[in-house]
């Protein structure tokens, strides 16, 4: 099972950058999929999860009318669209899929992340 988080960079604030994570090993269409992030010295956050059709999103608050999420089940592939970034935002973003009978305080698998970096 492999989730490879990419697209992470460093941009001003008020860019935008889209991540996107390649699942391989699992049946990805099955699974809900999530974004996650971990700001230096701070605790793992929610930025946001797709249902494993892509019908249904949700959003931190914090993050709602900023950042996208949607999937391609055809790549296996689900992004992140970011605009309007903060240099609040500067986090590790890492990506995770869970199926229905587990949760996301406990997803089944989690990627590896990719760095955004967002000066002010």
């Known amino acids: 099972v492999q989730l490879q988080a990419s697209g992470g960079g460093l941009v001003q604030a008020g860019g935008s950058l889209r991540l996107s994570c390649a699942a391989s090993g699992f049946a990805f269409g099955d699974y809900g999929m999530g974004w996650f992030r971990r700001a230096s010295g701070k605790e793992r956050e929610f930025v946001a999860t797709v249902t494993w059709s892509g019908s249904s999103t949700y959003y931190s608050d914090s993050m709602k009318g900023r950042f996208t999420v949607s999937r391609d089940n055809a790549k296996n592939t689900v992004y992140l669209q970011m605009n309007s970034l903060k240099p609040e935002d500067t986090a590790l973003y890492y990506c995770?899929?869970?199926?229905?009978?587990?949760?996301?305080?406990?997803?089944?698998?989690w990627g590896q992340g990719t760095q955004v970096t967002v000066s002010s």
């Open positions: 995770a899929g869970r199926r229905v009978t587990s949760t996301w305080s406990q997803p089944d698998y």
